[in-house]
């Protein structure tokens, strides 16, 4: 035990650090491969390092080739070797890095283009400025600062780029429509400072006056810039793209008159990330993006400085609070692993306590061995004594009712079916005996059974239940109905014959089908077994006590388990009777009898002492009091809910002269046939008796205490049609008509 626990804290622990050390593990891994390295590329580079701090999980992975195609395959192929998601590439040129780019997108790797083109559709999305609209518009604006005339020098960036081929065809095809303007030199550069400079140097002494330098980048301007400063000739104007903003970015350099033009390039650096998590979620996307960009001269630099700066605060605000939040999640992992190892230290005391516990119940468990068995012979021997006391039921009963008889000699059918009866049980008695008898032998201690106790309740008597009649309801129904549940074909047959004559009677074969012809048919009592397949009589009594529409019918449980707990079992269960076998036929008929007129005692719902009279003369009938009767404590705690329910649906719609059963049966969600039974078993009246007599009360009220209203005014807001009508049943019900009332109040 000692070394089971110690393994299975080592393996908690273990647990933990791995838990400690995987939190806020790595999603994607995105691969950057920068053509270069320059401020226009860090700017983009911290724009994606901001952004993924808004992404949990994601690692960028940053290479630059500076300027070196060869450089930049090696690195690319070597990113997809690391295992990336996705790669992010601005190709240094055209044609030279598009295989190395083919290859990642051939392996399955998303592909993100910008800025600069491929050689090929093998891409995913492609994101980029319109470089050729770039350079038209720098085109434009030269010629308008020159009035449509002067000498201009072009300095391109890398040969075989896509930026620079774009940017020379734009800013050409613009200079075309101005005849005097004059391009007197293309020189080739690679987008970097050095490179213009030397290209301007070498060429200045024999291209005579400049009126405009255009380069294709802000630092290729500068560079010829200071050229011309270094050999003191009188200064152009100068206009790159890029745009930056930053010390030494494009749009202070306008401010400061150092270029006279820029043209923003967008980095949008938030703009890739976002698009490079779409893709690795499989949201939509646009593959081809064109960015928008923006003339700066020195009419707006200072405006895009001012705007540009405040973004750049802002950017080292958000880096601070992201280095502190990253701070914070230190603080928290170390907090979680102590958290993780509290946690193992309480596993460790629950085993540990759970080590205890199963000690303890290795020192008691040969005593509950010892209860588990006595229960079960003790259930073995309580179902032997049911299958003995059924045939010894069916055994006594018939041959009691047999001795009755005075035809016995002439064979009727009854007599013929319970002589077999007694044929047929004998037999199984005699075998049910032999086999008690074996498993007594076999016992390996004697059990103390507490012995079987017969509850006898003696001075019940039967009694005669008055039947209420009801013009919409035939005999049949009024005669009350006893549904017997039992799985033995026999015992049916038997109670069958005790209790025609005087009830109507159904018969179920288990506890289900009993529970659904209660439902459908609502008898006024039911008899039950309780060992029974499908559904045991317990189970059927719990759910027939639970339904509204069965809560009100009484139980009777018929069975041979005679112990005391089986009989406290079955009153828990909702039994409101327990009978054992063998039983006498004139103790159950009793018990019956009891049981349904003590469910009759919910009568007077309106009036005391007058609902349950039909007919009422002058000389029998009781004086009325000059207040409306109220009913006693005794009374109100007598009504069932079902009942209380009945009366406040009665009492709110009686005044409807066309109310029926069925409106009221509909409104307690129950059938015509189900209202009907119930209310007759709780309270010895018909719903149409009780109605009548509801709106008679109503109208007596009425008439003690309001004077405003003509009798046939009352008549009519009590439900009733005919005044006439009214005044016989009001004559009937309370001795007097209705405008005596009034006369015997004044």
């Not at 940017?167 to 050409?172: M, T, V, W, Y």
Request: with cysteine.
């Amino acid at each position: 035990m000692k070394e089971c626990i110690f393994k299975s804290v080592c393996v908690l622990a273990v647990a933990a650090v791995l838990a400690s050390c995987s939190s806020g593990g790595v999603r994607y891994r995105i691969g950057v491969s920068q053509c270069s390295e320059d401020i226009w590329r860090s700017w983009q580079n911290q724009e994606l390092k901001m952004e993924a701090n808004f992404h949990d999980g994601v690692e960028l992975r940053f290479t630059a080739a500076l300027d070196d195609s060869k450089r930049q395959i090696q690195q690319i192929d070597s990113l997809v070797d690391s295992g990336i998601d996705l790669l992010i590439v601005a190709p240094n040129q055209l044609q030279s890095v598009t295989p190395a780019i083919d290859r990642a997108y051939d392996m399955g790797i998303p592909v993100i283009v910008f800025e600069r083109k491929t050689g090929s559709q093998k891409y995913t999305a492609f994101v980029s400025a319109d470089n050729y609209e770039m350079g038209r518009q720098m085109g434009l604006y030269i010629a308008s600062r020159l009035n449509g005339k002067g000498r201009v020098m072009e300095i391109m960036g890398l040969k075989g780029s896509s930026p620079a081929d774009e940017r020379h065809k734009g800013f050409r095809d613009a200079i075309a429509d101005f005849p005097k303007m004059e391009v007197v030199a293309t020189l080739q550069g690679d987008w970097t400072e050095g490179t213009a400079y030397d290209a301007v140097k070498n060429c200045l002494d024999s291209l005579g006056d400049i009126d405009f330098v255009f380069g294709h980048n802000d630092r290729t301007a500068i560079g010829a810039r200071k050229a011309f400063m270094e050999r003191n000739l009188p200064l152009p104007m100068f206009c790159g793209i890029d745009g930056l903003p930053g010390e030494h970015g494009g749009i202070r350099l306008v401010r400061d008159s150092l270029l006279d033009a820029s043209y923003i390039y967008p980095t949008r650096g938030d703009y890739l990330l976002q698009l490079a998590l779409k893709i690795l979620e499989g949201e939509p996307y646009e593959r081809e993006t064109m960015l928008t960009s923006a003339l700066v001269t020195r009419d707006n630099a200072n405006v895009l400085l001012l705007e540009s700066d405040e973004v750049m605060r802002q950017s080292e605000k958000l880096e601070k609070l992201q280095q502190k939040a990253s701070e914070y999640l230190k603080l928290i992992d170390v907090q979680r692993l102590v958290i993780i190892l509290a946690i193992a230290l309480a596993v460790l005391l629950a085993l540990l306590a759970v080590g205890v516990w199963f000690y303890n119940r290795q020192r008691v468990r040969i005593a509950k061995e010892r209860g588990r068995m006595e229960r079960e012979q003790l259930d073995f021997y309580t179902r032997v004594s049911h299958e003995l006391r059924t045939p010894l039921t069916l055994i006594e009963g018939p041959l009691e009712k047999l001795s009755t008889l005075t035809e016995v000699q002439q064979a009727s059918s009854t007599t013929a079916n319970l002589f077999a009866i007694v044929r047929r049980n004998t037999r199984q008695l005699t075998t049910l005996v032999n086999k008690m008898l074996d498993a007594q032998m076999k016992k390996t201690r004697e059990l103390q059974v507490e012995g079987s106790v017969t509850q006898e309740l003696d001075g019940w008597s039967t009694i005669k239940i008055g039947e209420g009649t009801d013009e919409n309801a035939n005999q049949d129904i009024d005669t009350p109905t006893i549904l017997v549940v039992d799985d033995n074909e026999d015992i049916r047959y038997y109670l069958r014959t005790v209790l025609e004559g005087k009830y109507r009677f159904l018969e179920a074969a288990d506890g289900q089908q009993g529970l659904d012809v209660a439902k459908e048919q609502v008898p006024d009592l039911v008899v039950s077994d309780v060992m029974m397949p499908v559904m045991n009589g317990l189970q059927f009594c719990q759910k027939l006590k639970g339904d509204m529409v069965t809560s009100h019918i009484p139980v009777i449980l018929l069975t041979a388990r005679a112990l005391s707990k089986h009989q406290i079992e079955g009153y828990v269960s909702g039994a409101d009777a327990y009978i054992t076998k063998p039983f006498q036929p004139d103790l159950l008929l009793a018990r019956i009898d009891n049981l349904l007129t003590n469910r009759r005692q919910l009568k007077n719902l309106w009036e005391g002492g007058t609902a349950n009279r039909t007919t009422t003369t002058k000389e029998n009938a009781q004086p009325l009091s000059s207040e409306p009767p109220v009913m006693t404590d005794n009374e109100q705690t007598s009504e069932e809910p079902f009942v209380a329910r009945f009366k406040k649906i009665v009492e709110q719609r009686m005044g409807e002269s066309n109310l029926s059963v069925e409106d009221i049966a509909s409104d307690m969600s129950l059938s015509r046939v189900q209202l009907y039974r119930k209310v007759k078993a709780l309270t010895g009246s018909t719903p149409v008796d009780l109605l009548k007599k509801a709106r008679l009360a109503s109208a007596r009220d009425i008439l003690l205490t309001d004077d405003t209203l003509s009798v046939s005014e009352v008549a009519y807001r009590v439900g009733f049609s005919l005044p006439s009508y009214f005044t016989k049943c009001f004559k009937e019900e309370y001795g007097v008509v209705p405008g005596d009332v009034r006369k015997k109040r004044q």
